[in-house]
């Protein structure tokens, strides 16, 4: 992080990628969130509510089934094998060549939680990049990229629609 | 169902205290790489303080406070929030939820949320909408 000029062009790189993408839709097939998956977030996150840990106990309370936390969709970085460790940028993250330098950090998050996300849910993304701002912060450029996220089942309901702000600077 | 919570009253907190193992567990399960989470020199190269709290884990913590304040009756529709300030391993990480405001037929609660560490600074800023299952 020493060399601030090159990290700056970094950063100017990384806002004018984010901005031409901007109003590019993506659809991705995520895949199935399983069993464990619920488990280990749920134990992750400190969770205790049984109903994120056993079926019997999710179907006494009303549910089809093991209950995915309120943010796992949300929370899940990668939901395939992700790219070989030679390929990520050093801080290990997935990004456009020639900004590897930059601190990216996430900044909030709106969500709409229209259904329970149920162990053995197959779950589609539909992805569009919203806004791309660059803003002023105490110690420097600040890039905010706010992304729409719409998470839906195999039969096209959706499920949670989120949006996502993250934050690059140098 | 019935919450006896009148607006400005407050859900009981929930505290946690990440560690390195939790941090490291939340990114193995949510397949995050980034080394601002596990890699202490890495943190540091990036002038943390620390491993640094994932912005889902804060998120995570502060919807602990509706999920189990309120039980399973009750389901979190809209939830906003932003990350005021980053957290690292050993911070004391106390949510909270306020009652704000109830529908006429008590099935809609809105709720503020905040995330505060040990000296009281906010990391976390939002609110949440519940509504009744049944």
Redesign the interface.
């Known amino acids: 992080?020493e060399d601030t000029t090159n990290a700056t062009d970094s950063l100017a790189r990384f806002y004018d990628d984010m901005r031409s993408r901007v109003g590019q839709r993506h659809r991705r097939h995520l895949g199935v969130v399983s069993r464990v998956?619920i488990l280990?977030?749920a134990?992750?996150?400190?969770?205790?509510?049984p109903?994120h840990f056993d079926e019997g106990a999710a179907k006494a309370?009303?549910?089809a089934g093991l209950v995915a936390?309120?943010?796992l969709l949300?929370?899940?970085?990668?939901?395939n094998g992700?790219l070989a460790e030679s390929e990520?940028t050093?801080?290990?993250?997935v990004r456009m060549d020639g900004t590897a330098d930059l601190?990216?950090?996430?900044?909030?998050?709106?969500?709409?939680?229209?259904q329970?996300v149920i162990a053995g849910a197959d779950i589609y993304d539909d992805e569009l990049i919203e806004s791309v701002d660059l803003k002023q912060g105490r110690s420097g450029p600040i890039v905010f990229v706010t992304t729409l996220h719409e998470f839906s089942g195999a039969d096209g309901s959706v499920l949670n629609r989120n949006r996502r702000t993250i934050l690059a600077r140098v | 169902m019935t919450v006896i919570l009148s607006p400005g009253e407050p859900l009981p907190d929930v505290v946690m205290v990440p560690t390195a193992l939790q941090l490291f567990r939340y990114s193995a399960v949510t397949w995050n790489a980034h080394r601002i989470h596990y890699d202490r020199e890495w943190a540091a190269h990036e002038g943390h303080e620390g491993l640094v709290v994932h912005s889902h884990l804060h998120a995570a913590n502060a919807l602990r406070v509706l999920t189990q304040g309120l039980g399973s009756e009750w389901r979190i529709c809209k939830v906003a929030y932003r990350i005021i300030r980053s957290a690292v391993v050993g911070d004391t990480l106390t949510a909270q939820a306020e009652l704000i405001e109830r529908s006429d037929d008590g099935r809609t609660l809105t709720f503020t949320l905040r995330e505060v560490n040990q000296d009281g600074a906010a990391c976390l800023e939002g609110s949440a909408i519940v509504e009744a299952r049944h």
């Open positions: 992080m998956m280990r977030y134990i992750a996150i400190g969770e205790t509510n109903i309370a009303g549910f936390p309120p943010n949300a929370g899940i970085a990668e939901w992700g990520l050093p801080d290990g993250t601190r990216v950090m996430g900044a909030g998050e709106d969500m709409e939680l229209l329970s």
